[in-house]
């Protein structure tokens, strides 16, 4: 099956300092990748679009200078949150679309834990 | 308005009780797809099964089983002899024209 590969699983910071978290497909190409944002005890909330080779989507009320997402390639797109604060803290999670599959389906990565002391 | 509903936020049964998962969908598609994840304590959302429009008919596996109706609009998760293993969020979702809608969730706790 298709494979989405997140890394780090959980990571802790300062306050001010900036956190990327990495989001690959391992065994097929994604033109197109999803970042979500859970809070605890709430679904997930799309952030922005990632898109290879152009500028991502980015969803109404996500700051675009606060979540950089960079997909310099088919396999590979990272979110990098600047500058965060405690209220960063939070789940995201990655995902892609198999398009070879037709399914409609998206393959999620294990999630990222961020904490922002 | 919200393309997936699930009205029951939080369900607790007792262990080997049968616990039903409710989920009301909107769309005007034709073609779509309703999915089911499960989502453990520990985050990673595991996949449960994928439904296409064309294909009405209900699904077992093992102890889950799946109602798929669009006269109501409906695609239901039903687990059978739920087990504390069980216990965890659990979100339906629709798929439609490159488009992914989540459910808000109904967390599960299954009571030893």
């Known amino acids: 099956g298709a494979v989405v590969s997140q890394h780090p699983s959980w990571v802790i910071c300062k306050s001010g300092t900036s956190v990327k978290i990495e989001c690959r497909s391992l065994d097929f190409q994604a033109t197109t990748m999803f970042w979500y944002r859970q809070f605890p005890k709430q679904s997930l909330m799309l952030m922005a679009t990632?898109?290879?080779?152009?500028?991502?989507?980015?969803e109404q009320g996500v700051e675009k200078d606060k979540f950089l997402i960079n997909h310099a390639s088919l396999t590979l797109s990272t979110l990098t949150v600047t500058s965060a604060h405690p209220e960063d803290s939070s789940f995201y999670i990655c995902?892609?679309?198999?398009?070879?599959?037709?399914?409609?389906?998206?393959?999620f990565g294990e999630g990222s834990r961020l904490t922002v002391l | 308005a919200q393309k997936v509903t699930q009205a029951q936020t939080e369900i607790s049964v007792v262990e080997k009780e049968d616990v039903t998962l409710d989920c009301v969908y909107e769309?005007?598609?034709?073609?779509?797809?309703l999915f089911w994840y499960k989502q453990p304590p520990s985050g990673e959302l595991v996949f449960l099964i994928r439904?296409?429009?064309?294909?009405?008919q209900n699904e077992i596996s093992g102890r889950y089983s799946w109602n798929f109706q669009k006269s109501t609009s409906s695609f239901n998760f039903t687990i059978t002899a739920s087990q504390v293993v069980d216990s965890a969020v659990y979100f339906c979702a629709l798929s439609e024209a490159n488009q992914f809608y989540f459910g808000t969730g109904t967390s599960l706790t299954v009571i030893p």
């Open positions: 769309t005007r598609d034709t073609t779509y797809y």
């Open positions: 995902s892609a679309p198999d398009r070879g599959r037709v399914t409609g389906e998206l393959f």
């Open positions: 990632s898109n290879e080779g152009s500028k991502a989507t980015y």
């Open positions: 439904r296409n429009s064309f294909d009405e």
